[in-house]
C-alpha cells in the first residue's frame, strides 16, 4: 500500500472517525497507526476480534473500560528513579481498578466460553491489588495526601492544626488590645505567615515585624512579636510535612517502578481492548457486517454503501470481481456514480484488511491484496507544469511498473484528456496489459470502444450507472452486465435544445452506433425492472427471515416454557400422590393394629376414627385426584360386576369390587387388605381399546428408545441453560428406554458447566448416584450417571 492510496480513497478519515471512538489516548493511538494487511490469517484473526467486539457491544454498550489512562509515561519515569505526584500515582490506580472490574466482568462462565479472544486478553491482565489498595490510601486528589498516608504525617498535621489554633486565640486576644490602631479587627495571612492590618500612622505602637502593605499605603500587615515563634514553629512543621510527603510518595513511586512490567502490560492490553471496542462501535454506527475473506481476488459487496456519504443518501450497490471476470469496465456519462463504485471497492477492501467490519449486507466477502492501485480525480500538478491527460499517464506508468497478480487497480476515465481515438486505443491497450498481468482491475470510461472491447474480451465485463432520463438525474445503482448508455441527445432534449438540431444530430450518427446504443437502452431497462422485482423480492424474503427468526424463537420459548409446566405439573401430582399413598398407608397399618386387637367398644370406635380421617382425606384430594386420573384416559363407571377391577380417583388406587351397589350407591371395593365403601361415581374405568393402545404405544416407544438412544450425551459450547434444557430432555428417553448407565461429556473449561449439570442430576428423579468419570473415561470432563 503507498500513502497516495489512503489519500485518494480517504482511508485516513476512516481512521479519524475510528480513533474518536476510543475512550483512552494509547486506544486512540493505535487506531490512526491502524494499517491495512495483505496476510490473509492476519486480516481473519483481526476480523474474528472485531466479531466479538462486535457482539460484546451490541449485548453489553461496552466492556466496563470507564477511567482508563495511559501510564506508560508514568511507569518510564517511575523506572528513572522520579517520584510520581499524586495525579500520576491516581492514574496507575484507575488502570489498576479497570483491570479489577474487566477480571469480575468475565468472570461469568458464558462469556468466557462465547468470546476466547477477548477472554484471552483479559484473563491475561496481571491485577496487583495491594498496589492499588496503597495508592487509594495515601493519594485523595491530584493535589491531596490523606492524613493517614502515615503515622508521622498524620502527628505533624495534627501539630500544626494545634500550632494553627494557638496563633488564632492568641492574635484573637490581641484584637482587643490593638483595636484602636487596627484598620479592620481581622486576622490574615502574608507570605504564609499570621498577621493583623495596622493603620501606618500607628506602626510603632504595634511591636512585630512587616509583612506587606496595602496598596494605598495606608495599611500595613505586622506579624506581632509574641506569634512569630509560633509561625516559625508552623514553618518548620511544613517542611517536615513536605518531607514526609515527599518519602510516602517516593515509596509509592518505587512500588511502581517494582511492578513495572506488569503494568505496562496491563496497559497496552487495557488499550487494546479499547481498540477493539472503538472497531465494534464502528461497525455498529454504520450498521456493518463481518466480511468472509479469501486471498484468491474474489470481491462480492451486497449492498454496498460507502461510508464518507451520509448513510440517509447513500445508494447500495452490488459489486462482484474475481468470479467469473477479473476486469469490470464501468461506462457511461459523467454522472459521479461511477467514482463513488470506485472508491467503496478500494475503500472497503482497505477496511477489511485492516480488521474492520465493513458497510455491507452479510455474506459479502473480501479479498487480500498485496498493493491496491487507484488513480482517481484530477490530478493535475500546477507545479510541475503537466495537464490532466499527462499528470494522470504518470501514475499509470507507475502502476505498470509494479503491478503483478495480487494487485487491484482501480482507475476512473482511462485514457481521458487527449484525443478520442487515441485515447480509446491506449485505454484498451492499457486494460489489457493489466489483466495480463493477473491483476484484479476497475476501470470507468465514458469510451464507446471500450464496451465493445469489455464484451468481447474473455474475462472482462461491462457495467454501467444506471441513469433516469426523466429526471435528468442518476440513481447512483451499479448494473453489472450492461455497457453504459452516453444519453446525450435524450439529455439535451430535456433540457430544452431544439428538436431539429437534435435530429440533426442523429443523422451524423452511424446506423450501427445508434442501433447498438437502442439495443443498450432496451438492457437498461429491461435491467432496472428486474432490479426492482429483485429488490422487492429481496424485501419480502428479508421480512420472512426475520418472521421466521420471530416464529422460531417464540416457539422455542413456548416450547422451553410448556415442558416447564408440565415438569412442574408432574411434580405437583407425583407429590399429591406421594403425600396421599403416605396417609393411606398410616391408616392401612392403624387398622391393621385395630384387627389384631381384642373387638371391643374402645376399637370399633378407633376404627371409625380412622376411617372418618381417610375419607376427609379423599373429599381434600378429590378434585384433584379426579383432574389426574380423566388425563390419564379413564371414564366414570355407571355399572360394575362383582370381581371387576376399577380404580378408585378418591384414594388414586386400583381395588376389587366386592358388592353391589346398596340403597345409597355406594359399592365395597377391597384396596389390598382394607375394605372401603366408595360412591359409584368415584369408581372409573380404563377402556379396554384405550388401555390397548396405550400398552401397544408405550411398548412402541420403549422399542423405539431402546434403539435410537445413546448412552452419551455431549453438551460441550452449550450455555448452562441449553445444556439444563437438553439434558433433562435426554434422561426422559434414557429412563424410558431403560439404560442404566450413561455418560455427559461436558468438558474441562472454567468448571460452571460441570456444576451446574451436577446441581441438576442432585434432585433428578431418575438419577440413582454419579461421579466424575476415571482417567480412561474422560476425567474431570464427563459425569457417569447411573440411572434408578
Known amino acids: 500500500m503507498n500513502e497516495k492510496t489512503f489519500r485518494i480513497l480517504e482511508f485516513d478519515k476512516i481512521i479519524k472517525m475510528l480513533s474518536d471512538r476510543a475512550v483512552s489516548n494509547l486506544g486512540k493511538k493505535m487506531c490512526l497507526e491502524l494499517m491495512p494487511s495483505s496476510n490473509i490469517r492476519e486480516v481473519i484473526e483481526r476480523l474474528d476480534e472485531t466479531k466479538e467486539s462486535y457482539e460484546i457491544v451490541l449485548k453489553w454498550g461496552s466492556l466496563p473500560l470507564e477511567g482508563v489512562k495511559d501510564i506508560s509515561e508514568t511507569v518510564r519515569r517511575a523506572n528513572m528513579g522520579f517520584v510520581l505526584n499524586p495525579g500520576e500515582l491516581l492514574k496507575v490506580a484507575d488502570v489498576l481498578r479497570v483491570t479489577k472490574r474487566l477480571k469480575t466482568f468475565f468472570s461469568d462462565g458464558a462469556k468466557r466460553e462465547n468470546y476466547p479472544i477477548i477472554n484471552e486478553i483479559i484473563e491475561g491482565l496481571i491485577y496487583i491489588k495491594h498496589l492499588q489498595d496503597d495508592i487509594e490510601r495515601v493519594v485523595i486528589s491530584e493535589e491531596e495526601i490523606s492524613d493517614r498516608a502515615s503515622e508521622k504525617l498524620y502527628s505533624i498535621r495534627r501539630a500544626i492544626k494545634d500550632k494553627n489554633l494557638r496563633i488564632k486565640e492568641k492574635l484573637q486576644s490581641m484584637l482587643h488590645g490593638y483595636s484602636k490602631y487596627l484598620q479592620d479587627p481581622i486576622i490574615t495571612m502574608r507570605n504564609g505567615r499570621y498577621v ?18 496595602s496598596s494605598s499605603g495606608s495599611t500595613l500587615f505586622i506579624e506581632p512579636m509574641p506569634v512569630v515563634e509560633l509561625n516559625n514553629e508552623i514553618k518548620e512543621l511544613e517542611l517536615k510535612e513536605k518531607a514526609e510527603i515527599e518519602r510516602i510518595l517516593s515509596e509509592l513511586s518505587e512500588k511502581v517502578s517494582q511492578n513495572a512490567d506488569e503494568l505496562n502490560y496491563d496497559n497496552e492490553n487495557i488499550a487494546y481492548l479499547d481498540f477493539l471496542m472503538a472497531k465494534a462501535k464502528f461497525g455498529l454506527d454504520f450498521e456493518c457486517s463481518i466480511p468472509e475473506v479469501n486471498d484468491k481476488g474474489i470481491i462480492n459487496f451486497k449492498r454496498a454503501r460507502h461510508p464518507l456519504i451520509d448513510k440517509d443518501k447513500v445508494v447500495p450497490i452490488d459489486i462482484r470481481l474475481g468470479q467469473n471476470y477479473k476486469a469490470l469496465v464501468i461506462t457511461g456519462p459523467n ?3 461511477k467514482t463513488v463504485t470506485l472508491k467503496t471497492t478500494g475503500l472497503l477492501t482497505l477496511m477489511a484488511m485492516s480488521g474492520l467490519a465493513i458497510p455491507c449486507n452479510d455474506g459479502s466477502q473480501v479479498s487480500t491484496f498485496e498493493k491496491i492501485y487507484a488513480d482517481i480525480g484530477d490530478e493535475q500538478s500546477i507545479e510541475q507544469n503537466l495537464s490532466t491527460f499527462s499528470s494522470h499517464m504518470k501514475n499509470i506508468i507507475n502502476i505498470v511498473n509494479d503491478v503483478n497478480e495480487k494487485s487491484l487497480v482501480l482507475v476512473d476515465e482511462l485514457g481521458a484528456g487527449t484525443d ?18 493477473g491483476a484484479k482491475l476497475v476501470a470507468t470510461t465514458h469510451y464507446s470502444e471500450i464496451k465493445v472491447f469489455a464484451m468481447e474480451k474473455q474475462g472482462f465485463e461491462n457495467a454501467s450507472v444506471e441513469f433516469d432520463v426523466e429526471t435528468l438525474r442518476p440513481t447512483y445503482r451499479l448494473l453489472i452486465g450492461i455497457p453504459g448508455k452516453s444519453n446525450a441527445l435524450e439529455i439535451s432534449k430535456r433540457l430544452g435544445l431544439d428538436e431539429h438540431i437534435i435530429e440533426k444530430a442523429r443523422g451524423f450518427i452511424s446506423k450501427d452506433v445508434a442501433k447498438f446504443e437502442d439495443v443498450i437502452q432496451a438492457l437498461q431497462n429491461k435491467t432496472m425492472l428486474v432490479e426492482r422485482e429483485l429488490d422487492e423480492i429481496d424485501r419480502i424474503k428479508r421480512e420472512a427471515q426475520e418472521l421466521k427468526k420471530d416464529y422460531s424463537e417464540r416457539k422455542y420459548k413456548l416450547d422451553l416454557q410448556r415442558e416447564k409446566e408440565i415438569k412442574k405439573a408432574q411434580e405437583e401430582a407425583r407429590r399429591i400422590l406421594r403425600q396421599a399413598k403416605e396417609e393411606a398407608d398410616a391408616i392401612v397399618r392403624e387398622l391393621n393394629e385395630l384387627r389384631k386387637k381384642a373387638v371391643d367398644a374402645a376399637s370399633i370406635k378407633e376404627a371409625e376414627e380412622a376411617r372418618r380421617k381417610l375419607n376427609e382425606r379423599i373429599t381434600k384430594t378429590q378434585s384433584n385426584d379426579d383432574e389426574m386420573v380423566m388425563r390419564a384416559g379413564m371414564q366414570p363407571v355407571e355399572e360394575v360386576k362383582i370381581g371387576e377391577e376399577v380404580f378408585v380417583s378418591t384414594v388414586q388406587a386400583k381395588g376389587t369390587v366386592l358388592t353391589m351397589p346398596d340403597s345409597k350407591g355406594e359399592v365395597q371395593v377391597q384396596i389390598g387388605v382394607m375394605k372401603l365403601n366408595v360412591p359409584l361415581n368415584k369408581l372409573l374405568r380404563e377402556e379396554k381399546s384405550k388401555k390397548e393402545a396405550a400398552k401397544l404405544g408405550t411398548t412402541k416407544i420403549i422399542k423405539e428408545k ?3 438412544i445413546s448412552s452419551t450425551i455431549d453438551l460441550r459450547g ?15 428417553d434414557a429412563y424410558l428406554s431403560g439404560i442404566n448407565k450413561i455418560t455427559i461429556i461436558h468438558g474441562k473449561g472454567t468448571g460452571a458447566l460441570r456444576e451446574g449439570i451436577q446441581r441438576e442430576l442432585r434432585n433428578h428423579p431418575y438419577v440413582k448416584s454419579f461421579r466424575i468419570g476415571d482417567f480412561n473415561e474422560g476425567g474431570s470432563g464427563v459425569t457417569v450417571v447411573e440411572l434408578k
Open 420 to 437: 478520442p481515438v487515441e485515447g480509446a486505443a491506449l485505454a484498451m491497450s492499457l486494460l489489457e496489459y493489466f489483466y495480463d498481468k
Open 718 to 732: 452449550q450455555t448452562i441453560d441449553e445444556a439444563m434444557y437438553n439434558l433433562d430432555k435426554y434422561l426422559d
Open 706 to 708: 431402546a434403539q435410537n
Open 335 to 337: 454522472t459521479g456514480g
Open 196 to 213: 493583623i492590618p495596622v493603620r501606618a500612622e500607628f506602626k510603632g505602637s504595634v511591636p512585630g515585624l512587616v509583612h506587606d502593605q
